[in-house]
T-cell receptor
Framework: QSALTQPPSASGSPGQSVTISCTGS?????????VSWYQHRPGKAPKLMIY???KRPSGVPDRFSGSKSGNTASLTVSGLQAEDEADYYC??????????FGTGTKVTVL | QVQLVQSGAEVKKPGASVKVSCKTS????????VHWVRQAPGQGLEWMGE????????SYPQKFQGRVTMTGDTSISTVYMEMSSLRPDDTAVYYC????WGGGSDFDYWGQGTLVTVSS
């Protein structure tokens, strides 16, 4: 059960946009619309940013958006801010009550 | 308000077992699944499994089957994660997380994390 594939790093200047990909397979991302994204800062618990591919929990800025095409899901952060610097992880349902995280992407605000 | 409060840090020797607790409050315990996630030093997040507090039903990825047991106590709204045959590479921060009202993997509230150190 290998992890979903994410780029190790992504970066952008304040105000720019950054998009992070999350590539799985037809067994997980490609079949189920149960892809979520988490922001994780050192020493803190992960924070839910997007669920069910493109839904935002209350309190999450609309600068964060999610999408999916085929076996790849994406998280876009628009209008990048210094506070967005963190690690981001995707997770997908893969059937039979099983889930798998992505490898994680470190976002740096230049 | 919803809270998940985990037990404190543990230091264990290789081969030993550890049991981490996660006390929930602020919602009906039996309504929502609880998941466990860990992060080893310098590594990413890893999903360890889930428990249905209403039925006690569990699901684990193959990697943890036979070594991890998740249980719940409805009388005190607490779930437990027990791992046996600990190895040094089990050193990690372990988190419990509530599965929200969405369709799946929307872990909307998390515990503060419990550091488990495995060392001889």
């Amino acid at each position: 059960q290998s992890a979903l594939t994410q780029p190790p790093s992504a970066s952008g200047s304040p105000g720019q946009s950054v998009t992070i990909s999350c590539t799985g397979s037809s067994s997980d991302v490609g079949t189920y619309n149960y892809v979520s994204w988490y922001q994780h800062r050192p020493g803190k618990a992960p924070k839910l940013m997007i669920y069910e591919v493109n839904k935002r929990p209350s309190g999450v800025p609309d600068r964060f958006s999610g999408s999916k095409s085929g076996n790849t899901a994406s998280l876009t952060v628009s209008g990048l801010q210094a506070e967005d610097e963190a690690d981001y992880y995707c997770i997908s349902y893969r059937g039979s009550s099983l889930y798998v995280f992505g490898t994680g992407t470190k976002v740096t605000v230049l | 308000q919803v809270q998940l409060v985990q037990s404190g840090a543990e230091v264990k020797k290789p081969g030993a077992s550890v049991k981490v607790s996660c006390k929930t409050s602020g919602y009906t315990f039996t309504d929502l699944y609880v998941h466990w996630v860990r992060q080893a030093p310098g590594q990413g997040l890893e999903w360890m499994g889930e428990i249905n507090p209403n039925t006690g039903g569990t699901s684990y990825p193959q990697k943890f089957q036979g070594r991890v047991t998740m249980t719940g106590d409805t009388s005190i709204s607490t779930v437990y994660m027990e791992m046996s045959s600990l190895r040094p590479d089990d050193t990690a921060v372990y988190y419990c997380a509530r599965d929200g009202w969405g369709g799946g993997s929307d872990f909307d509230y998390w515990g503060q994390g419990t550091l488990v150190t495995v060392s001889s």
